[in-house]
């Protein structure tokens, strides 16, 4: 390949060259000083002795004058008069031929043949111009020509980058497509059975789960050609362009097949029709349209599987995703600790860790990461323990690291007053004291008033396990959470500042959606109000309908409200309580700027209180978790209820929120 362009380049190179020396002769010359004479001006020349001698080539009536020094040493081309020789012409003219030397040279070939040349050299020239441009058209990079080509990117089956060994935490995900897998091996497994091969799959998740990951893993298992592309490389600003370029793709996979064809970010040009305005969105319905007749036109023998990926599914076209195209979803959601150790461990191949470093808990200190996530935190490590001149990577750089990912860099050098990094060490002693304190909040890992990213600093809680919901004691104790530093900032200075105006912010959301969404309202009951509206082309929530009556907005205001100044009261009341130990803390992060939780811990003499009581609606006395069914016995009705364990998975949060 690169020694066929150099040779392509060379001959270029070549005609460049050789056309420049053409058209030197052609329009310069080699003398540089010849002018044309006629010649009565020669006869007057000689006759003035001006004239040192006259060169005649054989056989032609041209002639070269060369003149004297003393008239300015030069020359000059003429012809002689009636085709005669140049005595016969200096005879007419009655000069005597001993008036002036003469020459005769015989004709040179290499003369004529610079006289064909500079004709023909100028035309290959102009010749070879056209030929580069036409073929530097129907190049890849040039859209003028081949832009109704495919701009897929092929993967050979020959070279198998990734397998499923290589991709973690998705193993419900890799079970579904093994099935695939087989089908493009073993076609007649299923064919002897009457199976169809299912001719889409689409994988949905969030960004970062893996999808264009596992898509790769399916090709490099199964050992086929992959043609990888994006959903936006199908639509121009030509109409009819994203069109020609997908039958282009299914036209090269049908040559290649079996194979898989993997079209990311699918809702670029999949998204439901009929819902935008202007000619783009025509130019996408059309390569929708196009997309969907070939996959209409796969035949049962034709082995070839469309694997999308997005994260809008609720975008997509219905008549996308209707069997007989994508005949199946794979949903890609965040791993769970088992899948963030399998990650981890993936990850952390051929990098030097330290003996102390400990993937589990790596794992239980990062729930709601994604695999891209897990995959940049152990990379970081990696560079702040090269920075640090370190051969292996320890627990502190990990460490830091998630911080890093969660909140940014540290911002050592940012210029801070002391009154300043006072009030940032109690807003985050009260963070702190209050998470520790109240028994449904998340245990506290660390804290530190350095500035991170936006933050003056920040306290970071974590769950002890992944949840799969939240109830309303935890969310109650979060909004005493956020709402501390607010309230410690009050109590010791005595003044409000902005250092709380995004736990603030944080805080009313959570409070409006238990209200208006989750339905953990006392006074309006389990209802949801309000309907969020979007539009299809653009993908984003642009309004909510009220579907309630304006006395009932002023009831939803009233319960955020309460909510918030109950958690303000619940602050205030624990920090009330444990002044001492907001004092500790906040002296502790003065001295160190950054403490773990088990030095948090340290500082108190109780164990960490246990999770609330639970109040029966009906007014019986409150019971803990698992003492339900023993309190319906006392009262002679048997309950059906099995006991749970306080610790079992709730609702989480996407990636743990440092509360500051």
Same mark, same amino acid.
């Given at each position: 390949?690169?020694?066929?362009?150099?040779?392509?380049?060379?001959?270029?190179?070549?005609?460049? /060259?050789?056309?420049?020396?053409?058209?030197?002769?052609?329009?310069?010359?080699?003398?540089?000083?010849?002018? $044309?004479?006629?010649?009565g001006e020669?006869?007057?020349?000689?006759?003035?002795?001006?004239v040192?001698?006259?060169?005649?080539?054989?056989g032609?009536?041209s002639?070269?004058?060369?003149?004297?020094?003393?008239?300015?040493k030069?020359?000059?081309?003429?012809?002689?008069?009636?085709?005669?020789?140049?005595?016969?012409?200096l005879?007419?003219?009655?000069?005597?031929?001993?008036? +002036?030397?003469?020459?005769?040279?015989?004709?040179?070939?290499?003369?004529?043949?610079?006289?064909?040349?500079?004709? @023909?050299?100028?035309t290959?020239?102009?010749?070879?111009?056209?030929?580069?441009?036409?073929?530097?058209?129907?190049?890849?990079?040039?859209?003028? /020509?081949?832009?109704?080509?495919?701009?897929?990117?092929?993967?050979?089956?020959?070279?198998?980058?990734v397998?499923?060994?290589?991709?973690?935490?998705?193993? &419900?995900? $890799?079970?579904?497509?093994?099935e695939?897998?087989?089908?493009?091996?073993?076609?007649?497994?299923?064919?002897s059975?009457?199976?169809?091969?299912?001719?889409?799959?689409?994988?949905?998740?969030?960004?970062?789960?893996?999808?264009?990951?596992?898509?790769?893993?399916?090709?490099?298992? !199964?050992?086929?050609p992959?043609?990888? /592309?994006?959903?936006?490389?199908?639509?121009?600003?030509?109409?009819?362009?994203?069109?020609?370029?997908?039958?282009?793709?299914?036209?090269?996979?049908?040559?290649?097949?079996?194979?898989i064809?993997?079209?990311?970010e699918?809702?670029? +040009?999949?998204?439901?029709?009929?819902?935008?305005?202007?000619?783009?969105?025509?130019?996408?319905?059309?390569?929708?349209?196009?997309?969907?007749? &070939?996959?209409?036109?796969?035949?049962?023998?034709?082995?070839?599987?469309?694997?999308?990926?997005?994260?809008?599914?609720?975008?997509?076209?219905?008549?996308?995703l209707?069997?007989?195209?994508?005949?199946?979803?794979? /949903?890609?959601?965040?791993?769970?600790?088992?899948?963030?150790?399998? @990650?981890?461990?993936?990850?952390?191949r051929?990098?030097?860790?330290?003996?102390?470093?400990?993937?589990?808990?790596?794992?239980?200190?990062?729930?709601?990461?994604?695999?891209?996530?897990?995959?940049?935190?152990?990379?970081?490590?990696?560079?702040?323990?090269?920075?640090?001149?370190?051969k292996?990577?320890?627990?502190?750089?990990?460490?830091?690291?998630?911080?890093r990912?969660?909140?940014?860099?540290?911002?050592?050098?940012?210029?801070?007053?002391?009154r300043?990094?006072?009030?940032?060490?109690?807003?985050? !002693?009260?963070?702190?004291?209050?998470?520790?304190?109240?028994?449904?909040?998340?245990?506290?890992?660390?804290?530190?008033i350095?500035?991170?990213?936006?933050?003056?600093?920040?306290?970071?809680?974590?769950?002890?396990?992944?949840?799969?919901? $939240?109830?309303?004691?935890?969310?109650?104790?979060?909004?005493?959470?956020?709402?501390?530093?607010?309230?410690?900032?009050?109590?010791?200075f005595?003044?409000?500042?902005?250092?709380?105006?995004?736990?603030i912010?944080?805080?009313?959301?959570?409070?409006?959606?238990?209200v208006?969404?989750?339905?953990?309202?006392?006074?309006?009951?389990?209802?949801?109000?309000?309907?969020?509206e979007?539009?299809?082309?653009?993908?984003?929530?642009?309004?909510e309908?009220?579907?309630?009556?304006?006395?009932?907005?002023?009831?939803?205001?009233?319960?955020?409200?309460?909510?918030?100044?109950?958690?303000?009261?619940?602050?205030?009341?624990?920090?009330?309580?444990?002044?001492d130990?907001?004092?500790?803390?906040?002296?502790?992060?003065?001295?160190?700027?950054?403490?773990?939780?088990?030095?948090?811990e340290?500082?108190?003499?109780?164990?960490?209180?246990?999770?609330?009581?639970?109040g029966p609606?009906?007014?019986?006395?409150?019971?803990?978790y698992?003492?339900?069914?023993?309190?319906?016995a006392?009262?002679?009705?048997?309950?059906?209820?099995?006991?749970?364990?306080r610790?079992?998975?709730?609702?989480?949060?996407?990636?743990?929120?440092?509360?500051?």
């Amino acid at each position: 390949m690169g020694n066929s362009k150099w040779m392509r380049n060379g001959f270029v190179y070549v005609i460049l /060259i050789v056309a420049v020396v053409a058209l030197w002769f052609t329009f310069v010359g080699g003398d540089g000083g010849t002018t $044309k004479r006629s010649f009565g001006e020669v006869i007057a020349d000689i006759q003035n002795q001006e004239v040192e001698r006259i060169v005649q080539t054989d056989g032609s009536l041209s002639i070269r004058v060369h003149y004297t020094e003393a008239s300015g040493k030069r020359t000059a081309d003429s012809r002689l008069p009636n085709d005669t020789d140049i005595y016969e012409a200096l005879g007419y003219y009655n000069v005597a031929a001993d008036a +002036v030397e003469i020459d005769t040279k015989r004709a040179s070939r290499v003369g004529n043949w610079l006289g064909a040349f500079s004709f @023909i050299l100028p035309t290959l020239f102009l010749i070879g111009i056209v030929v580069f441009m036409m073929r530097q058209a129907q190049g890849s990079n040039n859209q003028a /020509i081949s832009f109704g080509k495919s701009r897929a990117r092929l993967f050979t089956a020959n070279k198998p980058s990734v397998t499923f060994a290589d991709v973690a935490g998705v193993e &419900e995900s $890799k079970e579904e497509l093994v099935e695939v897998v087989e089908f493009l091996k073993y076609p007649d497994k299923f064919s002897s059975l009457g199976a169809r091969i299912p001719r889409g799959v689409l994988l949905v998740g969030p960004p970062g789960t893996g999808k264009t990951l596992l898509s790769r893993a399916v090709a490099g298992e !199964a050992g086929v050609p992959f043609f990888s /592309i994006s959903g936006s490389e199908f639509v121009e600003m030509f109409v009819g362009v994203g069109a020609s370029r997908v039958r282009d793709l299914f036209d090269q996979a049908k040559r290649n097949a079996p194979c898989i064809v993997f079209v990311d970010e699918i809702d670029a +040009v999949g998204r439901q029709r009929g819902a935008g305005l202007g000619g783009s969105h025509d130019e996408r319905e059309q390569t929708l349209n196009q997309i969907l007749v &070939e996959m209409d036109g796969f035949d049962s023998s034709t082995n070839v599987i469309v694997i999308a990926a997005t994260n809008r599914p609720d975008v997509l076209d219905p008549a996308l995703l209707r069997p007989g195209r994508f005949d199946r979803q794979v /949903i890609l959601d965040r791993p769970d600790i088992a899948g963030r150790k399998a @990650i981890l461990e993936v990850h952390s191949r051929g990098k030097p860790m330290e003996e102390s470093v400990s993937i589990d808990n790596l794992a239980r200190q990062t729930p709601g990461f994604s695999g891209a996530d897990l995959e940049n935190l152990v990379n970081e490590a990696a560079i702040l323990a090269a920075r640090r001149n370190k051969k292996t990577v320890g627990h502190d750089e990990l460490t830091e690291a998630i911080d890093r990912v969660i909140a940014g860099p540290q911002r050592k050098s940012r210029v801070i007053t002391e009154r300043e990094r006072l009030m940032t060490a109690y807003h985050e !002693a009260g963070h702190a004291l209050v998470a520790r304190m109240l028994p449904n909040s998340d245990p506290v890992r660390k804290v530190s008033i350095v500035a991170r990213g936006m933050m003056g600093g920040y306290t970071r809680v974590v769950p002890d396990s992944d949840r799969l919901f $939240k109830t309303k004691a935890q969310f109650e104790d979060d909004l005493a959470v956020f709402m501390a530093g607010h309230v410690a900032e009050l109590m010791i200075f005595e003044e409000q500042s902005t250092g709380a105006a995004n736990d603030i912010e944080r805080a009313t959301a959570i409070a409006r959606r238990m209200v208006t969404e989750f339905g953990m309202s006392r006074n309006l009951g389990p209802l949801a109000f309000g309907k969020k509206e979007e539009l299809v082309f653009l993908g984003r929530e642009i309004s909510e309908s009220r579907n309630y009556s304006d006395e009932v907005a002023f009831q939803i205001d009233k319960e955020i409200r309460s909510l918030i100044d109950t958690a303000h009261a619940r602050a205030q009341d624990v920090i009330t309580r444990e002044a001492d130990k907001l004092e500790a803390i906040a002296q502790l992060l003065i001295r160190e700027e950054t403490i773990e939780g088990e030095q948090l811990e340290a500082l108190f003499d109780s164990p960490r209180p246990s999770p609330d009581l639970v109040g029966p609606p009906t007014g019986r006395p409150a019971t803990r978790y698992g003492q339900v069914a023993a309190a319906d016995a006392s009262e002679g009705r048997a309950s059906e209820r099995p006991e749970r364990d306080r610790d079992a998975p709730g609702f989480g949060q996407l990636r743990p929120q440092p509360a500051g």
